[in-house]
């Protein structure tokens, strides 16, 4: 063998004692995962709620609606095992839903053991009955929602809404700052006996017009994706 082919073939037993072995298309597959990135997002954690009165199906409702739009904002609902869980362990007491919202500091705590974002607490209560029309009675009812947010980083009060009031009858128009199209597409309406539909409705517009300054700040934090058409 000549000197140069020699040196040659030195030099490539060098480079591959440097480079190391190949690496697998798992391996491979990892290191490009990670130079694109990871997906952030906010974290909440929901005490259940109060109900009080209103069909089973409004209470559903109630519940999916509000899965449902925390999902829409992109912030991340943990399960109400892990929250019930650490309220008993931080406040040494059962968590019971009652008319009695929990303070403000009971909640923080409850935040920082789960080291979530937010920390949501609230009621919601409904009321049917009939009135005249011109054509005669119709049913109507109303939902009265009561919700509190903590903000678990900055230790304060995001959000504090007491007994508001909202009738099946009022437009989906009042929800100004989320917009007709936003929480349009959200109303479910089932059967189940005449008061249920009007329950149903007033729920998610009591609790879409309580949420509405807080989901307003996620929305605008939301960007426009680029290859949306």
């Known amino acids: 063998m000549s000197v140069i082919k020699r040196m040659w073939a030195t030099l490539a037993c060098v480079a591959v004692a440097v ?36 069909t089973e199906g409004a209470r559903k409702t109630a519940k999916d609606f509000l ?43 409850v935040g920082q053991k789960l ?18 029309v011109s054509l005669g009675p119709k049913t109507k009812s109303t939902c009265t929602v009561t ?10 009060v995001a959000l504090d809404v007491a007994e508001l009031k909202m009738d099946s009858t009022a437009k989906e128009d009042t929800l100004k700052a989320l917009g007709t199209v936003f929480i349009s597409g959200l109303f479910t309406m089932v059967s189940g006996g005449p008061k249920t539909p009007h329950e149903q409705r007033a729920a998610s517009l009591g609790i879409a017009k309580a949420l509405e300054p807080w989901l307003a700040q996620h929305l605008k934090a939301i960007k426009i994706d680029p290859n949306k058409k």
């Not at 391996?27 to 009165?53: C, F, H, K, M, R």
């Not at 979530?116 to 009321?127: I, K, L, P, Q, T």
């Not at 919700?147 to 304060?156: C, F, H």
């Open 19 to 54: 480079a190391g072995p190949p690496a697998s298309a798992t391996q491979a597959g990892q290191a490009q995962a990670g130079t694109e990135g990871t997906v952030t997002v906010e974290s909440i954690a929901v005490l259940p709620w109060n109900y009080v009165d209103g």
């Open 67 to 109: 899965t449902d739009i925390l999902a829409k904002v992109r912030v991340d609902r943990i399960s109400d095992v892990k929250t019930v869980a650490a309220w008993q362990e931080m406040n040494q007491t059962e968590f019971v839903p009652s008319k009695q919202m929990p303070t403000a500091a009971q909640m923080l705590r």
């Open 115 to 132: 080291g979530v974002d937010w920390v949501m607490a609230g009621s919601a209560a409904w009321h049917s009955r009939s009135v005249w």
């Open 147 to 156: 919700v509190r947010i903590v903000d678990v980083k900055r230790q304060e």
